[in-house]
């Protein structure tokens, strides 16, 4: 199985800031990876879909990028509405896997 | 509109049975494929299995840690998703969520609610 892996497991942070979580895959998964943000008794929000096309309707303060196998998700500007915990999932191969959550908390 | 509507979840002994089902409106269970995603309490997301749509029928993919326990099939009217947990454990207390993830072709992503299932003796 492909194991995703996500950094850090929590962070707090200021509104404002620019925050950055990782996933590293543990091997090559080419740009099929997706970033989902969930906030507490709530399905899952889709948010970026091969690596760093964002969905329609997403704010654009979100953005990821990719260097080989490891991923990163962007916030540019922190605002309280961005509180939630944040996953990345690959969608190169069977069975399908996700990282183990970024919370995401306002200082 | 989209909507995933799951029913179904509840309370079940170790070793138990359940059926999830998911029923869908706004489009065509026919078309590409579904999955079934849960959550534990407090716990990350996990992929549980898909159905595939094709020409001839419908295929399956699963997790390991559900594969020979789980089955996920769709009815005849192809409005509704079914997902037969068997030999349940107590490790498969989640909320379970009927969905369609990002594939390499297609970036519309579907959620339910969320059923909640409790193994618990």
């Known amino acids: 199985d492909i194991q995703m892996t996500q950094s850090p497991s929590s962070l707090s942070a200021s509104v404002g800031d620019r925050v950055t979580i990782t996933c590293r895959a543990s091997?090559?998964?080419?740009?099929?990876l997706a970033w989902f943000q969930q906030k507490p008794g709530k399905a899952p929000r889709f948010l970026i879909y091969?690596?760093?096309i964002l969905q329609s309707g997403v704010a654009s303060k979100f953005s990821g990028s990719q260097s080989g196998t490891v991923f990163t998700l962007t916030i540019s500007s922190l605002q309280p509405e961005d509180s939630a915990t944040y996953y990345c999932?690959?969608?190169?191969?069977?069975?399908?896997?996700f990282g183990g959550g970024t919370k995401v908390e306002i200082k | 509109e989209v909507q995933l509507v799951e029913s179904g979840g509840g309370l079940v002994q170790p070793g138990g049975s359940l059926r999830l089902s998911c029923a869908g409106s706004?489009?065509?269970?026919?078309?590409?494929?579904f999955d079934w995603v849960r959550q534990a309490p407090g716990k990350g997301l996990e992929w549980i299995g898909r159905?595939?749509?094709?020409?001839?029928?419908?295929?399956?993919e699963y997790a390991t840690s559900v594969k020979d326990r789980f089955t996920i099939s769709r009815d005849e009217s192809k409005t509704s998703l079914h997902l037969q947990m068997d030999s349940l454990k107590t490790e498969d207390t989640a909320v379970y969520y009927c969905?369609?993830?990002?594939?390499?072709?297609?970036?519309?992503?579907?959620w339910g609610q969320g059923a909640p299932v409790t193994v618990s003796s």
């Open positions: 091969a690596a760093s």
């Open positions: 706004g489009f065509n269970f026919s078309d590409l494929y």
């Open positions: 969905s369609r993830l990002p594939s390499a072709n297609n970036n519309i992503v579907y």
């Open positions: 091997q090559a998964i080419s740009n099929y």
């Open positions: 999932q690959q969608y190169y191969r069977y069975p399908l896997t």
């Open positions: 159905l595939i749509n094709t020409p001839i029928g419908s295929s399956t």
